[in-house]
């Protein structure tokens, strides 16, 4: 595997990330906390690996061009210009959720979680998107 393999890693643990997140969601709603914690440790555990490549993706390429024009470009960038603020918005506020839920404070996690998971699980799908945008169904021609 090189650096260039790195944006279809980065989509697959944005996705893997997305569905412990939505199966976290679920089981916690349904009362089983102790699956509930399980999955979301390890949606934060792939989230992880996530920043890790992409930090090393973007080091090497720090820009992707989106090429196409009309519709698909306003598209992409309405994702991207949501995206990126609040890709940066969740990591401290994940970190803030996790926090009172290690320290056994699950009222104030719960609190922080309502603000947190919707953040995080719209990052995660629209970083799948927006690499499917870049790379599948828009990919950049004659480079």
């Known amino acids: 595997m090189t650096v260039q393999d790195l944006p279809i890693v980065n989509a697959t643990l944005n996705a893997i990330a997305t569905c412990f997140i939505v199966t976290g969601i ?77 320290r056994r404070k699950f009222e104030k996690h719960k609190r922080l979680a309502k603000w947190t998971y919707p953040v995080w699980l719209y990052v995660s799908v629209t970083g799948v998107l927006v690499y499917r945008m870049l790379y599948v169904w828009f990919p950049a021609t004659g480079t």
């Open 26 to 102: 679920i089981l916690i709603k349904r009362g089983n906390k102790r699956a509930h914690a399980a999955c979301m440790i390890t949606a934060l555990i792939i989230s992880a690996a996530f920043l890790t490549c992409y930090l090393i993706h973007h080091y090497s390429y720090p820009t992707t061009k989106f090429t196409h024009e009309g519709w698909p470009k306003i598209i992409y960038f309405i994702i991207l210009f949501t995206h990126i603020p609040l890709a940066i918005l969740s990591l401290p506020l994940i970190i803030l959720t996790v926090i009172p839920a290690i």
